[in-house]
């Protein structure tokens, strides 16, 4: 087994609006169901640069989870893409 972890940032990159919180329970669902279970280890808090050169502050979810190695496919293909929009990301 390997142990993954990604970030997934609370905010929508162009608006900068909080994303939903159904759409986070709806995302961990998913991954409940796909890959039997997840930690989520809290809150991170980070910075980025935008295309305008400018430093963004940001916080993200930190996930954990416990993959096979001929399931990493589709976890990377499970993970959100986040977009601006009032929906949240999908």
Do not use: C
């Not at 990159?13 to 986070?24: C, D, I, Q, S």
């Not at 809150?43 to 001929?70: C, H, M, P, Q, T």
């Amino acid at each position: 087994m390997l142990v993954t972890y990604f970030f997934v940032p609370i905010r929508q990159e162009g608006t900068r609006k909080l994303h939903r919180a159904a759409a986070f329970k709806e995302f961990e669902r998913g991954l409940f169901e796909s890959f039997r279970g997840w930690t989520y280890r809290g809150f991170i808090k980070g910075y980025w640069r935008n295309e305008a050169g400018r430093r963004v502050y940001d916080k993200s979810r930190f996930y954990e989870l416990g993959v096979e190695a001929k399931e990493i496919k589709a976890l990377k293909a499970s993970l959100p893409t986040f977009r601006s929009s009032r929906s949240g990301f999908r």
